[in-house]
């Protein structure tokens, strides 16, 4: 067979927490295009690319960290699993169950799931369970039930999702050669910018997996040598309706058409800070119009289709080079986090707020000609 891309699990094995016996849960995640985006480097005058992760099997970058979860869930002998979402990890997790075997249960927040996401739970055979509340306190039960009951918990609070999802970091660095000045990326539950400071950081030093890599041959625990040599300044991006790290306490009511962000008390706090803070970097907010734009942006000028939330990083680099923030000549990378059919509505609004209507015509070359400025 010609070479196809195997998993992030396979490709990455000697940097996971996995062993020779392991049965690897895989849809074949992760090898997302790395994107050089043009319009982008022509403003910052510098080189911009954008990690395109709605390319991912069930269409956001939580496949990553799924695959590891579920490997290790059914390792550890799981045979049930639970998850909070905004959406994506429920989509997520319930494709990796059912490949798995496992029964999936999802808590969603009261009306505001994208359409495309809770469908994807659904096909896949999720229990799905709509909580009176928000994302946060989805979370708490969930977190509550896998305490008390025989089932595991696949949010990012679980380090595996965490192990699974700094491959990110590596295929950047892979792609690039070595790592970026700058790693831009949203911030909704902080497990993502955990997960890419991590991998950022393994792959600048040498490195021992304390649990051998043994996927697909046998191997004895050997030293990495680092693979790149730096690390990149983190730049994170908050809804400004759902901004807790921004402001420095837990918001109770967060509000954004970002739904996959509105995220009030985000489990992966401190992580998120230490990547801020270690990196010489910052965590920002972006309003819900700067996220409009910078979507309307991605998929009108570098013909990269994302959902509202994916576009938070983009949004935040606009924001900071119209700020003066943004040094010339250098390398940016942007984590686009999910995939526009995700959440199809808003490229259906112009930039006013009014419906997109398409022009109607006659059947009839001329008139379509006409329409089209050819006659
Ligand atoms: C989950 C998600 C985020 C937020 O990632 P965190 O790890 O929770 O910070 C952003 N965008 C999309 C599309 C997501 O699915």
């Known amino acids: 067979m010609a070479h196809q891309w195997r998993g992030v699990i396979r490709e ?34 510098g080189e911009v690319w954008v990690k395109f992760e709605g390319m991912n099997p069930t269409g956001s970058f939580k496949d990553r960290g799924m695959t590891m979860a579920i490997t290790a869930a059914v390792e550890q002998g799981a045979k049930a699993v639970v998850c909070a979402s905004t959406g994506n990890t429920s989509a997520s997790a319930a494709a ?46 969930a977190r509550k039930l896998s305490e008390n ?41 902080a497990g993502n910018i955990t997960a890419y400071w991590k991998g950022y950081q393994e792959y600048s030093q040498p490195y021992t997996n304390p649990h051998p890599g043994a996927v697909p041959a046998g ?64 965590i920002d907010s972006v309003t819900d119009e700067e996220i409009l734009a910078a979507h309307r942006w991605l998929s009108a000028r570098e013909g990269v289709f994302v959902e509202p939330a994916s576009a938070a990083g983009v949004a935040g680099l606009i924001k900071h080079h119209a700020l003066g923030n943004v040094p010339a000549g250098k390398r940016w990378v942007i984590t686009v986090t999910g995939h526009g059919l995700k959440d199809p509505q808003w490229a259906l609004r112009n930039a006013d707020g009014s419906d997109v209507e398409p022009q109607r015509v006659p059947f009839d070359v001329v008139a379509v000609a006409e329409a089209l400025g050819l006659a």
């Open 12 to 45: 990455y094995s000697d940097r996971l927490p996995v062993s020779k016996s392991t049965r690897v849960v895989t849809l074949g995640e992760g090898g997302t295009p790395l994107i050089e985006a043009p319009a982008l480097s022509q403003l910052v005058d």
């Open 96 to 141: 990796y169950a059912t490949q798995a075997g496992l029964t999936c249960a999802v808590l969603v927040p009261d009306g505001k799931i994208a359409m495309g996401k809770l469908s994807q739970a659904i096909a896949h055979g999720a229990t799905l369970l709509q909580v009176d509340g928000n994302f946060d306190n989805c979370l708490d039960v």
């Open 219 to 282: 191997s004895e625990p050997v030293e990495l040598p680092a693979v790149a040599t730096r690390t990149p300044t983190m730049w994170g991006f908050q809804a400004a309706g759902a901004a807790p790290i921004v402001l420095g306490h837990p918001v109770t009511e967060p509000d954004t058409i970002a739904t996959a962000i509105r995220i009030g008390n985000p489990a992966s706090w401190e992580q998120a800070e230490a990547a801020r803070d270690e990196s010489g970097g910052m």
């Open 149 to 189: 009951y025989p089932v595991f918990l696949v949010n990012s609070v679980n380090p595996n999702r965490i192990e699974g999802q700094k491959t990110g970091a590596f295929e950047v660095v892979d792609a690039l050669g070595d790592a970026p000045d700058y790693h831009l990326l949203p911030v909704g539950n």
